[in-house]
């Protein structure tokens, strides 16, 4: 499905962002809630970015091939790494209230 060039854009963008998040965690600066919303969200993003850098291309290279191609990358991997960050935060914010609901609702039952 994805190219090798497309997996290595992704993996060290998303070993970057994921290094990161890692040391302002162990650093103290975020949470465990925050670095779980962290990881998801750089996973999809990670994820969106694979996708678009590879169907961007597909569909520039369909409409103008040669310079259609670069600038669909382009645009796909900026659309589909927003996109990915935006999906990201929902499904990390949603960990969180359900991390946050089930420690209520134990401490109701003790």
Known sequence: MFSKSTLWAG???????????????TGGKINVNEYVAHTTTNVSETLGLMAGLEYGAILGSTLIPG??????????????????????????NAFIRQGSLGNSNQDLLN
């Open 67 to 92: 310079i259609g191609t670069i600038i669909g990358t382009i645009l796909g991997g900026v659309l589909g790494d927003r996109l990915g960050n935006v999906v990201g935060i929902q499904v990390g």
């Open 11 to 25: 993996a060290f963008s998303g070993g970057i962002n994921q290094i990161r998040g890692s040391r302002a965690y």
